[in-house]
């Protein structure tokens, strides 16, 4: 075969969406159970139990990653829920590792559960780890998220240090809740190598007035750069929708996540699957698709069919601005975040 057929060929099997948009980026959740109820997130009673036939097993993730790999992505992000509260969870995770041709193995997690797990966790070939920290004040933290023990993040956030892993902090940020603590988060990133992320709060359940909630990016940026002084950096490879900034003086580094106000929808790469097998190729916007009938078939090619549909009624764009929300609530808990 000539070297421009073989290009042709590995073209042939990318994901790319109609606006041209190449997805090389899967978000697979695992559960849509937690040991936190974040106010965000979950309603404080949690969620019904699914059964054991809805949620998929292992071997179904798996299938889903391989097809997935097969077209074209590098990336996964296993998330929840919380991941780590799903039994089996580390040898699942070392199966994924070693699917090849994936580059990037990462996980988001609460932290509870951390300090016990993150060496087992990084022999499993798990890369990177983002942690959620929404304060650094015992009571508040807890008033957020209902159940949660912000000693067991910060052991775990150390855990996870020790243990090699490059550390993501990330922090909802959401106005007269915790947006006075922007500056004191950041500063994690003077003295430890970590990147300190802040996120716009978004209205997945459309509560009333989330727009008072919403501190946009532009905002949080001009009081980090009242602060600190800042540089804007590159982005990685297969990097997210975050702007990154070195800080003058710090070992790690601070970002911004906008998905409110920012319109990262342009670049972005990323489909969902559901630990219920839906695919979903954007939040807030498109339908979703049933990957359980294409994986009841064992049928490697109906599955990347199903995953090439899903790329293809990818929206240009969200239709969430600053101003109004127009997509039907949802609990983020289900779809991964
Ligand atoms: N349990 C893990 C955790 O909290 O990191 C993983 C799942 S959680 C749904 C994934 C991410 O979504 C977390 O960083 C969380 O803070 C974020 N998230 C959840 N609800 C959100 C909301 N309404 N607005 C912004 N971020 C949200
Ligand atoms: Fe659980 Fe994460 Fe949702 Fe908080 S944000 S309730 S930790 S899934």
């Known amino acids: 075969m000539k070297v421009e057929d073989a290009g042709k060929v590995a073209d042939a099997v990318k994901l790319v969406d109609t606006y041209g948009r190449k997805i090389n980026y899967l978000r697979l959740s695992v559960t849509d159970r937690c040991n936190m109820r974040c106010r965000y997130c979950m309603p404080e009673t949690g969620v019904g139990k699914l059964s054991h036939h809805d949620v998929l097993s292992y071997e179904e993730l798996h299938r889903i990653a391989r097809a997935a790999v097969a077209l074209g992505v590098e990336k996964i992000r296993v998330t929840g829920g919380e991941p780590l509260v799903r039994k089996g969870i580390v040898p699942f995770l070392a199966g994924l590792s070693a699917i090849p041709g994936l580059k990037q193995l990462v996980l988001t997690s609460n932290g509870q559960l951390l300090e ?6 990084r022999a499993a070939g798990v890369q990177r780890l983002n942690i959620s920290l929404d304060s650094l004040d015992a009571e508040r933290f807890g008033a957020i998220t209902r159940v949660g023990d912000l000693k067991r993040v910060l052991a775990g956030i150390a855990a996870a240090d020790r243990a090699g892993f490059p550390v993501k902090i990330n922090m909802v940020v959401m106005r007269g809740v915790n947006d006075d603590e922007i500056e004191a988060v950041a500063s994690l990133a003077l003295e430890h190598p970590y990147a300190v992320r802040f996120i ?8 009333e007035s989330w727009q008072s909630l919403v501190v946009p990016g532009s905002e949080i940026l001009e009081r980090l750069s009242a602060r600190f002084q800042l540089q804007q950096l590159a982005p990685a490879e297969l990097a997210g929708p975050a702007r990154e900034y070195r800080v003058a003086g710090a070992v790690g580094t601070v970002g911004i996540i906008t998905p409110v106000t920012g319109h990262f929808c342009a670049d972005c790469n990323r489909i969902r699957v559901t630990s219920t ?7 807030f916007s498109g339908g979703e698709l049933d990957l359980k009938p294409f ?43």
């Open 295 to 337: 994986l009841a078939e064992g049928d490697a090619a109906l599955l990347e069919d199903a995953l090439r549909r899903i790329v293809e009624g990818k929206p240009g764009r969200h239709q969430l601005t600053a101003e109004s929300a127009e997509h039907t609530p949802f609990l983020m808990s289900a779809i991964g975040g």
């Open 200 to 207: 716009e709060y978004m209205p997945s359940g459309r509560e």
């Open 277 to 283: 097998g839906k695919a979903k190729s954007c939040l």
């Open 116 to 121: 016990e797990m993150a060496g087992d966790l």
